[in-house]
Every structure is written in C-alpha cells, then in structure tokens.
C-alpha cells in the first residue's frame, strides 16, 4: 500500500478595521471554507498575522487535500 501524498493551499484574508484590532468578513471567510471543501479541500489549520500590540492584520487558512 502507498503512502498518501498530499497537495497544500493557503489562503490570506485580510483583516478590516486595524485601528479596531482587526475584524475578519465572517460571510466571506465562510463562503470560502464552503468552496474549498465542496472542491475536496480539508481545513488544517487558521492562524492571524500580528501588526502590532496584538491586532490583526490577516488570518491565514491553511488547507490540504490527497492527490
């Protein structure tokens, strides 16, 4: 049996409003989520890009998927 190979894709959203700490456009982040796992796409991992004293710049999605 062989193992799996995978293929990854990332993908940046950025964030709106800095002087409020950053705000994420929830309908499009999900919106998005939705696409990629209807293309086969997994959700790995979520994380935010600090610009300073904590506020969110962009939050990164980091999917795979089996090729």
């Known amino acids: 049996m ?3 190979t ?3 894709k990332t993908v940046h ?3 709106q409003d800095w ?3 950053g705000k994420v456009d ?3 982040f ?3 989520l939705n696409r990629l796992g209807g293309e086969g796409w997994e959700l790995v991992n ?3 890009t600090n610009k300073s004293h ?3 710049r962009d939050v990164v999605a980091v999917f795979k998927k089996q090729r």
Do not use: H, I
């Open 2 to 4: 062989s193992q799996a």
């Open 6 to 8: 995978w293929q990854y």
């Open 13 to 15: 959203l950025a964030a």
């Open 19 to 21: 002087f409020l700490g």
């Open 26 to 28: 929830y309908e499009q």
């Open 30 to 32: 999900e919106e998005m």
């Open 46 to 48: 979520v994380f935010d």
């Open 54 to 56: 904590g506020q969110t």
